[in-house]
């Protein structure tokens, strides 16, 4: 079972910037899509960004050019930077693995929390 560990949450102002880091337990080349969730108070989870093992990624519609999820193959690190931050983007973010891509999302980090203040 992969394990899967986030960091790098935190408290920014509206405008600034974080990046969330996701280490891996295994060969990150060994998953299929790697991805990043989130979950604001009363809302559903949603999908932020997915990346798969030959670099194709998606964005939600709310976060396109302003996030850009990565990874370091060496490192088996997935990365989200998160630019010009809102509000609504406060929330808890989870890293996840689809390790078949057979949207089977069966592992999940622990989040982190982001908060964003006006």
């Known amino acids: 079972q992969v394990q899967l560990v986030e960091s790098g949450g935190g408290l920014v102002q509206a405008g600034g910037s974080l990046r969330l880091s996701c280490t891996v337990s295994?060969?990150?080349?060994?998953?299929?899509?790697m991805g990043w969730y989130r979950q604001a108070p009363g809302k559903q989870r949603e999908m932020v960004a997915r990346?798969?093992?030959?670099?194709?990624?998606r964005y939600a519609d709310s976060v396109k050019g302003r996030f850009t999820i990565s990874r370091d193959n060496e490192k088996n690190t997935l990365y989200l930077q998160m630019n010009t931050l809102k509000p609504e983007d406060t929330a808890v973010y989870y890293c996840?693995?689809?390790?078949?891509?057979?949207?089977?999302?069966?592992?999940w980090g622990q989040g982190t929390q982001v908060t964003v203040s006006s």
């Open positions: 996840a693995a689809d390790p078949h891509g057979t949207n089977r999302w069966n592992a």
């Open positions: 295994q060969r990150i080349l060994e998953l299929s899509v």
């Open positions: 990346l798969t093992v030959g670099e194709t990624t």
